[in-house]
């Protein structure tokens, strides 16, 4: 359980601020933001009205003999303040998020080893890559549901090459692939089962009607492993690309991995590869861990992308690498008059330390499909490299739902043609029953300590003429941008504030400190609070 940062701790740090600013204390801003991490995280006992009490009082002597807080300037190191608290803010409400969100992001979540376990070729699978196994895997983890009141049990996959259609676990199950195991997909449509839309969704994503179900999936189900020794699962997704170019499917295209309505969910320490769509892909679910993992298809795949957490909450993306033909990293919430209907958003997710790579999308994406909301939202220590955007926020009218209370930092991106893009212009939409003035809310988006190198445009930040996109806020952003600076940032419908932003960017991300705009760094969390898991 981490901190929780209050607007009044946070204004006692302003006070304390200005005060030793007054005494000629505080006079480094290095210096200022220890002193406020110290008071605010490691629950210092001070109010302005009494100062330091107690226990503290003798942290107050130690802070007025620390060798960083000397006398160098006065008055216009005082000037500085306002700057340096707002900074101050950025890093308590980031780091209350990193503490709050280490209850679910765990970088060693405990495997409690299944007391069962059977190797699927106990049931006749063979592993030369031509055998279809679809019967051997399923009549397996019929025999396992036996082991559900009796700590579960593990299906075993050896090394081999094992050919199957749709797979569909139980509850209390690991499934486990050995070193050079590989679960290979179908590529006969036949052997692909047809499952009605999501109802979030109201149709099939790329054709109207219904879906073909996930090659691995699960529904209301909890407590589920997929591992491994490194192995893989590959979709085989080329002859559904095609037919998706070709225009020529009959139902939308399947998902490697999917669960739905689910819980306590582990994937790690496998590769895969070759999406028909997606990757991974919880909907609806809450307490998923995906860890250690290699995602990638080929640059062309047509709108394959990563790990899409859609409608869920409470998710750790972790130590990934993950190269799409689409969006790496997206996170989604349901699709106009349906997902409004639907109403579960995509909260508390805290993705770190990834590789993205996206050839024809984003790193790093929110919506467009977002009608149920988005919040909530840590995303930090990302590698985004190679892609057509960095990171993304995307919706449109008639979408209705919010993306609020995100932040994004520490990010490093190279070789990216738009750095960060914001926009309300979607135009995707299920059917004609949507409500074109179900207007989307996008506020209280921080993104912060990010560089770029080999940018073509730093920033694109359009929203939508009936609903402005308010309180971005922009810190230490650094871009090395190919084009003209002066033409590297693009502004419409946006309001926002920043600090030390290079290129400087467009009049709409400089509101002065004065302005209402600037309190983004308190108002993007309810009650001015940051909430803890």
Known sequence: MGPKVSLSSLKDVEYHLKLAAKHDVVVDLLDSLRLAMSIAIAGINYTPEKGFQGKSQR???????????????????????????RVVLFLLLVSS????????????????????????TEFGAVGDGKTLNTV??????????????????????????????????TSHLTLFLEKDAVILGSQDYSHWDIVDPLPSYGRGIEVPGRRYRSLISGQNLTDVVITGNNGTIDGQGSVWWEQLNAHSLNYSRPHLVEFVGSDNIVVSNLTFLNAPAWNIH???????????????????????????PDSSDHVCIENSNISMGYDAVVLKSGWDEYGIAYGKPTSHVHIRRVRLQSSSGSGLAFGSEMSGGISSVLAENLHVHDSLIGVELKTARGRGGYIQDIFVSNVHMENVQQGIKVTGQCTSHPDDGYDPHALPVVSDITFMDVVGVNITTAGIFSGIDESPFTSLCLSNLSFNVTADPSTSWVCANVLGSSVNVSPEPCPELQNSSSSPSSDCFISSHPNSQVAVL
Do not use: M
Not at 59 to 85: D, I, M
Not at 138 to 164: C, E, H, M
Not at 291 to 308: D, F, H, K, L, R
């Open 282 to 308: 919880p909907v609806y679910c809450s307490k998923l861990l995906v860890q250690n993992i290699t995602v990638q298809s080929p640059p062309t795949s047509p709108y394959t992308s990563g790990i899409v």
């Open 59 to 85: 942290f107050a002597e130690g802070v007025a003999l620390n060798e960083g807080l000397k006398k160098r300037r006065r008055h216009e190191e005082a000037r500085g303040l306002a700057s340096a608290f």
């Open 136 to 169: 051997a895997f399923q009549n397996a983890i019929f025999y396992l549901k036996s082991f559900v009141d009796k700590g579960g049990a593990q299906l075993y996959v050896p090394a081999g090459r094992w050919l199957t259609g749709c797979i569909t676990l």
């Open 97 to 120: 998020y990193a503490v709050a969100y280490d209850g679910v992001c765990k970088s060693n979540w405990p495997l409690t080893p299944r007391p069962h376990s059977v190797s699927v």
